[in-house]
């Protein structure tokens, strides 16, 4: 998920909850965990969160706001100039690069898609059951045409696997799974006040029709080599909007050693893996 601008977050939920670009701040401000952002800086950037939360003074929040954070000090300029209002706040959004605002709604569906593979894995285990998507590639046929939804007599046919199974990143055109899964992904779109129209948005150049992602997903060409009898070089290749620091973190049991990681450079990867998308 895409590091949370804290600031921002508050500056945007004061729009109308129609849009939602405003339930990924709102969501993303509950659950996101700011691993990658250091203590200093997090502190600082709670900061400006709180003040404007307690004062909703945009000027007083620009000033306390890091000049690294340009793209917050973007949307705060605007909305000093345009007023703290709706439409104050339509064009603060419009202030940022589209593909920026492309990977705040991208965030929502990923937050999304998370949560749904959570509640699946849950629900179901790793067996494949009635109702599960999966994907029958054409090039005669639209993305929407290719997701089928399997048969109990399917399901238990032995064919597919859950390495088969897919979840939707939600979309205009979002097929629901024919299961309790679906009930899951309503109700939490339903949480945020959206529905698969809110994915439409014509005012801020935007259309999201949605994709789909394998609930599981293997590295590719992997190799490894022990280089001085403690530290461990691999290779490997990952899909699209597959993460290395999740493969690493399996691989370890989540004990493996970091380095600090520079915000610009999460912010550039982050945006890759949106237009990879």
């Known amino acids: 998920v895409h590091t949370m601008y804290v600031c921002v977050c508050v500056c945007v939920r004061a729009c109308v909850r129609a849009c939602v670009c405003v339930q990924v701040y709102t969501c993303m401000?509950?659950?996101f965990t700011w691993e990658h952002i250091h203590a200093c800086f997090l502190r600082v950037l709670y900061a400006c969160f709180s003040y404007f939360q307690s004062t909703h003074d945009v000027s007083g929040t620009l000033e306390r706001m890091p000049p690294s954070r340009r793209r917050?000090?973007?949307i705060l300029r605007a909305l000093r100039r345009h007023g703290f209002t709706e439409t104050g706040c339509q064009h603060s959004l419009m202030s940022i690069p589209h593909s920026l605002r492309l990977l705040y709604v991208h965030s929502l569906s990923s937050l999304l898609w998370n949560h749904l593979v959570s509640h699946r894995l849950q629900e179901y285990g790793e067996r494949v059951v009635e109702g599960d998507l999966i994907l029958r590639p054409s090039q005669e046929k639209t993305l929407r045409e290719c997701v089928h939804v399997l048969t109990s007599l399917e399901a238990s046919s032995?064919?597919?696997s859950i390495g088969?199974?897919?979840l939707?990143?939600?979309g205009t055109g979002t097929v629901f799974p024919g299961n309790r899964t679906a009930e899951k992904l309503q109700q939490m779109l339903s949480e945020l006040?959206?529905?698969l129209d809110s994915f439409r948005l014509s005012h801020f150049g935007m259309h999201i029709a949605g994709s789909y992602r394998k609930m599981v997903a293997c590295p590719r060409h992997m190799t490894w080599?022990?280089?001085d009898g403690r530290s461990l070089r691999l290779h490997f290749t990952l899909n699209p909007s597959c993460y290395a620091t999740m493969l690493l973190g399996e691989l370890s049991g989540g004990g493996v050693a970091t380095h600090t990681v520079d915000q610009s450079d999460v912010d550039e990867e982050a945006e890759d893996n949106s237009q990879s998308d």
């Open 29 to 31: 401000v509950q659950v």
């Open 72 to 74: 917050e000090g973007y």
């Open 158 to 160: 032995g064919h597919y």
């Open 164 to 166: 088969d199974v897919v």
């Open 168 to 170: 939707p990143m939600v």
């Open 193 to 195: 006040g959206l529905t």
């Open 225 to 227: 080599e022990w280089l």
